[in-house]
Nanobody
Framework: QVQLVESGGGLVQAGGSLRLSCAASGRTFRINVMAWFRQVPGKEREFVAAISWSGGRTDYTDSVKGRFTIYRDNAKNTVYLQMNSLKPEDTAVYYC?????????????????WGQGTQVTVSS
């Protein structure tokens, strides 16, 4: 099994920055892709960004391109999401996910492991 623990959420004003962290433990050798999703009440979970564990491939949803950066520290088994120029519409619970597949998928149903989520609130 793989365990994922997120941290770094909080309250920030519009235009500010936050960095989310996702630490993986357990059978991390199974992981090929790490991703961030977000969800607001009443809406489906939305893909935000993903990175391959070994090759450095990344992908982002259009609404965060140029503002968010996903990167990893393999030595720490940790993936980060640097969020800059935050907007009120970025407010959501952010979830870390891990996938054994090699491709980057945008659907949450493709991912095998999930963290508990961390709240990000952006005030206007």
């Amino acid at each position: 099994q793989v365990q994922l623990v997120e941290s770094g959420g909080g309250l920030v004003q519009a235009g500010g920055s936050l960095r989310l962290s996702c630490a993986a433990s357990g059978r991390t050798f199974r992981i090929n892709v790490m991703a961030w999703f977000r969800q607001v009440p009443g809406k489906e979970r939305e893909f935000v960004a993903a990175i391959s564990w070994s090759g450095g491939r990344t992908d982002y949803t259009d609404s965060v391109k140029g503002r968010f950066t996903i990167y990893r520290d393999n030595a720490k088994n940790t993936v980060y999401l640097q969020m800059n120029s935050l907007k009120p519409e970025d407010t959501a619970v952010y979830y870390c996910a891990a996938d054994r597949a090699y491709n980057i998928y945008f659907s949450g149903s493709e991912y095998d492991y999930w963290g508990q989520g961390t709240q990000v609130t952006v005030s206007s």
